[in-house]
């Protein structure tokens, strides 16, 4: 090695880069691992061209790049996502509301068809059948609640109250709607029974 300059000493050229400095340094470091005074002509070259580069950096000598002049742009902003909390329901909705399994789907929904198919083709002004498959709709509703909570009296008001809003509902919606549909021929009873059972099956399916 050369005893001229610290560049000399690591064999280095004075534009060479820090990184091409430090790993030459690291590598005379492995390759005189034994040898003490070389070892120390090493560390005291490399520290002279640290100091150097100090000097030169402060009297704008050197361009600092800006990987090492502005650390930060290097990370990544985080997302708006993160920035904005996603907003979320009310926590009396998510207690109120339920995340139905494909059996909890279709059991009241093979319930509520086969009730709705027979308010359809059971013979118009036979109320009696209609009266009865809203029975076993409510009773229904009852069952599937009740066993989701084991919440007996809450099943029944939600039930009741999916009857009676159904009955209502289907009932404006029949005397609006029924008189423009020529080719169907339900009666405002048979439309409002349906539409009850879609309720029903809505309430029991999604709600707790």
Do not use: C
């Not at 040898?35 to 050197?62: H, N, P, S, T």
């Amino acid at each position: 090695m050369s005893e001229h300059n610290p560049y000399e000493k690591l064999g280095v050229s004075e534009d060479a880069s820090f990184d091409e400095i430090q790993d030459v340094r690291n590598r005379l470091l492995e390759q005189y691992s034994g040898d003490a005074k070389r070892l120390e002509v090493i560390e005291a070259a490399y520290d002279a061209i640290l100091m150097e580069r100090l000097r030169m950096r402060q009297e704008g000598k050197i361009k600092v790049p800006e990987r090492i002049r502005f650390p930060e742009r290097l990370v990544q902003p985080p997302s708006k996502e993160s920035l904005s909390p996603r907003k979320q329901s009310p926590a009396w909705l998510q207690r109120a509301l339920d995340k139905p399994t494909p059996a909890n789907l279709l059991l009241p929904g093979a319930w509520y068809i086969g009730l709705s198919a027979i308010s359809v083709f059971y013979p118009a002004g036979n109320d009696q059948i209609l009266q009865l498959a809203l029975v076993l709709g409510v009773g229904v509703g009852i069952y599937v609640l009740n066993r989701k909570e084991g919440k007996f009296g809450r099943a029944v008001l939600l039930t009741l109250i999916g009857l009676i809003t159904g009955l209502i509902a289907g009932g404006l919606i029949a005397s609006w709607l029924l008189p423009q549909i020529q080719f169907l021929s339900w009666t405002e009873n048979q439309f409002s029974t349906v539409v009850t059972f879609v309720l029903l099956w809505l309430i029991t399916s999604f709600l707790r």
